[in-house]
């Protein structure tokens, strides 16, 4: 059996699982707390020195990390339904937009960086949602101006189809909301994000739907 390793609120455990719900394979979770440090142990190293997640063990023992990675691994070895579209020109664009997400915004965002502000940089706790918030604007009037403009967009950032942009959009916007940014700025994102969860897949893939949520 495929293992998820992984966190309940991690959004990029969030997106492997959406991409897993969306490829219909069946899979067990195994919970590594990041609040407890458990990402920090032993046994979560040997899996994933960078002391992070997700890592995914396949069912025929291959172990991958990094969510991006993971998703393109699924999409390769699972191609129906596609994450990416046909067209390399629309793979560039979905790539893109799925980078603004995991490469601009989450990593700026995410349990560790917050950690280091509050405890090594000792900000209070208003200097550290002014810095979550900050990115959050950064990065979504970015996304926001780029899927109002472009060609391509539909009921999902591309298309009618969930790609590996949308994978990565909803668990961003989950964490904003979980901060209470402020979204009413992002009418297209909010509609998008509609209809993604409006999907079976997304639906099982919440964090409030998993075993270690609490």
């Not at 961003?172 to 992002?186: G, K, P, T, W």
């Amino acid at each position: 059996m495929t293992t998820l390793y992984g966190y309940f609120r991690s959004s990029a455990a969030y997106r492997v699982r959406i991409a897993l719900n969306l490829k219909g394979l069946d899979y067990d979770q195994a919970p590594v707390n990041l609040v407890k440090g458990e990402q920090r142990g032993e046994a979560n190293l040997a899996r994933h020195p960078q002391g992070m997640v997700p890592t995914l063990v396949t069912d025929n023992g291959v172990q991958l990390t990094q969510s991006l990675a993971i998703c393109e691994y699924l999409d390769e070895k699972h191609p129906e339904p596609p994450l990416l579209p046909a067209d390399a020109a629309g793979r560039a664009r979905v790539r893109a937009l799925a980078q603004v997400v995991a490469c601009e915004i989450h990593p700026l965002n995410n349990l560790r960086v917050l950690k280091y502000l509050v405890r090594e940089l000792e900000v209070d706790e208003d200097a550290k949602l002014a810095w979550y918030r900050h990115w959050i604007i950064e990065g979504f009037d970015a996304l926001e101006t780029l899927l109002k403009r472009e060609l391509g967009t539909g009921d999902f950032c591309h298309g009618d189809t969930p790609t590996l942009a949308d994978i990565c959009l909803v668990p961003q916007v989950f964490n904003a909301e979980r901060f209470e940014c402020d979204l009413s700025a992002y009418p297209t994102l909010r509609r998008i994000v509609d209809h993604c969860n409006a999907l079976e897949a997304f639906q099982k893939a919440a964090p409030g739907e998993q075993p270690d949520a609490v």
